[in-house]
């Protein structure tokens, strides 16, 4: 038994040295090996032994399927006056099915996967088709078959550019800005479509829908057709979840097919009853006759008819794309490993175009037949080339195939398809958490079988959109709310002036807002703000803009409401943080007294700073509380003159003591990677700083720059040692009037916290 092993294809020759026949074998198979090298070379095709006899085992039980499947849509869309030419569309949809999937196999990068028809998107284009041809009448048989083959091929070539452009330019992730629910009503709408078409066809009555109740009836005129149907999709659908393997659906297929086709050989019936009776399809079904029919209706084509069908045909193309974004998401699921979106959209869309030239209807990938190709035969893309040889095969006997293809076969896989899209949109309504989101895909699944494909669409978004807007409103636009008593303030004041600004602390209403502000959300924050405060209203409203995105109009009129109200009252509103986008349109508010401030920290300053102004009568010199103290200690205290921008203690250095402000203000900044400063506290006159350095002993973890011309009187570590000694008791005074400044600070440190983690 030598084993002929060129490069990395290992092929054994079962042969006898002594008997010249196996020389002649060898040299068959140095031609299979030549073959399959070509294969591998330019078509991409790998053969991981010892898997090719089961790849194309593989590819040949696909191309059955896809026999099948291309005759059951060949049904579905060739009805009513087209009917006779179904055959025609058999084969174009054989040969669109062959060029995707001899193209996928070439181009795409995930070895293995299998291409096809969408069931989907071709329900979308039978309801297209047959709303438009009922709308001419007058169409002939051979002008109504030739519309709706033309129509089939700008569904596959506008599906084809609509792929490509969005892999191209990686506009995927656009198209799942859909909503959820939309989608899964929109395809269970398309697998009850299925459903009804399946039964229809089985019984031989067009338009079946939930729109046309009287047509139902009518399918109880052949019971026992319909019956078969439904008791093979039954099978189909529950037989492959109990019994289901990888070989189920095309056995299932073949057993039902040779089953009446030898129960018709063999019976009484003839072939003229049998089509009579709507078992098998009347002549003619196709054949090279029909097609040259067909071609010679061109010139009677109703170019007004394919250019009204336009939008709906993008919508078909749309549908496509939405599929095909679920099966690469269900394909990454099924194998385990990221697919490239952009890339096999680019691959798919090439592989439509190309189809759509020769009639092909919309082609995605098909994840079970995927599923069983790589579980057979590993990653390949020998099968899709089969699947192509078997579909070429299938146009020159297409005819004959098709003249003894049972209807009721073709209906029942039409019903399986129908069942697993609805299926899977009733799983997703019970499992949809929110009572909406169920509401949505029932009313869409009932609006594409009522309104259409195109009105169910865009009923589908507005419905999303008005009851996002209805939620969405419900949301508190508050992140939070301060009054002045723990309003976020990095000004440190002397005790007797903070104790004023929180006597009553309501004189200051802080709203730290969030999200979008629009008619919904701003209304509620109107009238909240009017409850609040019916009594006696703040005098000065801030508003933190920091955590919005964006606002309406009517955020934009509440606002100026709000603005006149408070300068009706003598108040003032104050808007903070706002992007430049909001600055903007907020700016003309400046005429009704609105400061616009940079950050929430300014703005409270300024409101503070309004507030004391206002007070400066009733306390005096808030100063006052350091004076006894400070005239005490004036033997050891040292003055300091700084001037506007003078640092006072530098980052990293050390404080010249512990320092009193007696006029001006200083700011402590903290610079971030040696340019950016942040300003973390402002201490005005009457204040203490630089007690951590004088009791730690460290270095000074921030800059201390002078706001304005400031003067400062310290006690150097030297000095309060030299007081301990000298005078105890004031020692202790100065001690104890540092700790309580010291207690203050983290009492408001721990304010601050809670702010931040509220």
Known sequence: ?????????????????????????????????????????????????????????????????????????????????????AGVGFSILLVGT???AALVARLSHQAGLVTGPDEASTIALASLVGSQLAAYPALSAEASALTVALMMALSGLLSGALFWLVGRFHLGRLVRYLPSPVVSGFLGGTGLLLLLAGLGLAAGVDGVSLAAP????????????????????????????????RFFLPLSLLLAGGVFVLGAALGPWPLAQLQTAGWLYLPPVGGGGASGVLLGQLASVDWALLSGSLPGLLLVALIALLVMLLQLSALEQALKHDVEHDLELVAQGQANLLGGLFGSLPMVPFIGDTRLNIELAGPNRIAAVVVALVCLAGVFVGDVLMAWLPVFLLSGLLLYFGASLLGDAVSRARAASHGSDRAIIVTVLLAVNLLGI?????????VTAVLFLLDYSRLDVVRQRYNARNAPSRISRPHAQRALLDDRPDWLAVYVLEGYLFFGGVQRLYDRIKAEHAADGPQVLLFDLKHVQGMDATALAVFERLAERMQGVGGLMLVSSARPQLERRLR?????GVVLA??????????????????AANYGDWACAFAPLLAELAPYLETLQLRQNEALIRQDGSAPGLCFIKEGSVSVRLFVSGQHSLRLRRFVRGTVLGEISVYTGGSASATVYADEDTQVSYLTVAAIARLEQDNLPLALRLHRTVAAVMAERLQESNRSLQQATA
């Open 1 to 85: 038994m030598p084993c002929v092993n060129p490069g990395n294809v290992r092929l054994c020759v079962f042969a006898t040295p002594a008997v010249p026949r196996g020389r002649d074998l060898q040299r068959r198979c140095q031609l299979l090996t030549m073959i399959v090298e070509y294969l591998e070379q330019h078509w991409k095709l790998p053969l991981p032994a010892p898997r090719p006899l089961f790849a194309v085992l593989s590819g040949l039980l696909l191309g059955l399927i896809a026999l099948t499947v291309a005759a059951a849509y060949a049904s579905l869309l060739f009805q009513g006056k087209a009917a006779p030419y």
């Open 98 to 100: 062959a060029i995707g």
């Open 214 to 245: 009287e047509r139902w009836l009518a399918l109880l005129e052949k019971p026992a057709q319909l019956a078969c149907a439904v008791l093979l999709g039954l099978w189909l659908v529950f037989g492959g979840g109990r019994f289901g393997g």
């Open 454 to 462: 195109m009105e169910a669409a865009l009923l589908g978004v507005c």
């Open 588 to 592: 003309p508010l400046s005429e009704l």
């Open 598 to 615: 940079t950050d929430l920290d300014s703005a409270v300053e300024q409101a503070e700073r309004r507030m004391l102004a206002g007070m």
